[in-house]
C-alpha cells in the first residue's frame, strides 16, 4: 500500500481496534520502535533524525526483522546531539525528509500486520511522527500504543525514572549501544518481552488485560 499523505489525515496501520480483547499475547504481533532527534522540543523547532523499529511476535523478539533509516532535519546538528547519537550532518545529508521517512516505517508495519506499536516513553515518539506530519499540514492518527514504562509502572510502582539502560539492568535484559534507534528498539523489545512474561505471572495474558495494564499505570 503507498500511502497519500497530501490527506489532511492520516492513520497508523496497526490493526488495534480490531484485535478481540480475549486474543492471547503470544498471538500478538508488535513493533516497537524508537526516534532520535535534533532536540526535544520536537513540538516546534526540533525535528526528526533517524526510526528504528524491530518487530515481536508474542513473546519473541524478532532481530532479523528490523527498519532503520535517517532523515534529513534540513537543519544544524547541535554538537550536543552528535555527541549523543554520534548522527552528524554527513550521515543523514542525503537522506530522505521526514515524511518520507514515516511512509516507509508505515509500509514496514503494514507489511508485517502489526497489532500494536510499542515504546519506551512512546509519547515522545508519537509526538516526533505528529509534529513532523502537522508540518505537511497533516493530522497523524496513531492508536494507543504499549508503554513500558506504563508496564513498569504497575509492576512496580514505587520507581519514578525513564531511563531506558536502567530499566534494562533493573529486569536483566540485552542492552544494546544507546541513543541510536534500532539500537534502542532493540533493547526496549528485549525489555518489553521480559516484562510481558512477569505480567503473564499475574495471569495478564490477554490483549485487553494488556490494554488495561498500560492505561491503568497513566
Avoid at 526540533?46 to 532479523?64: F, P, S
Avoid at 534540513?74 to 550532518?89: K, P
Avoid at 531506558?164 to 525489555?191: C, K, N, S, V, W
Wanted: glycine share 6%.
Amino acid at each position: 500500500m503507498t500511502f497519500i499523505f497530501s490527506k489532511k489525515k492520516i492513520q497508523c496501520p496497526v490493526h488495534y481496534d480490531l484485535i478481540p480483547l480475549n486474543r492471547k499475547i503470544e498471538d500478538l504481533t508488535f513493533v516497537v520502535f524508537d526516534t532520535e532527534t535534533t532536540g526535544f522540543r520536537v513540538a516546534a523547532e526540533d525535528r526528526l533524525l533517524e526510526i528504528g523499529a524491530v518487530k515481536v511476535e508474542g513473546y519473541e523478539v524478532k532481530e532479523k526483522v528490523t527498519f532503520q533509516t535517517f532523515s534529513n532535519p534540513h537543519r544544524h546538528i547541535s554538537q550536543e546531539i552528535i555527541h549523543l547519537t554520534g548522527i552528524t550532518s554527513k550521515d543523514v545529508e542525503h537522506s530522505p525528509e521526514a515524511i518520507e521517512v514515516i511512509q516507509q516505517f508505515f509500509t514496514f508495519i503494514e507489511g508485517n500486520n502489526v497489532d500494536s506499536l510499542v515504546g519506551h516513553y512512546v509519547r515522545f515518539d508519537e509526538l516526533v511522527l505528529k509534529s513532523e506530519m502537522k508540518k505537511e499540514s497533516v493530522n497523524l492518527q496513531i492508536g494507543p500504543s504499549i508503554d513500558t514504562l506504563n508496564m513498569i509502572g504497575y509492576l512496580t510502582p514505587s520507581n519514578d525514572m525513564r531511563d531506558l539502560e536502567r530499566y534494562a539492568q533493573m529486569f536483566g535484559t540485552r542492552i544494546y549501544p544507546r541513543h541510536r534507534a534500532l539500537q534502542d528498539a532493540l533493547t526496549t523489545a528485549y525489555l518489553f518481552v521480559e516484562l510481558l512474561e512477569l505480567l503473564k505471572e499475574q495471569n495478564v495474558s490477554t490483549w485487553g488485560e494488556l490494554i488495561r495494564v498500560s492505561r491503568g499505570s497513566e
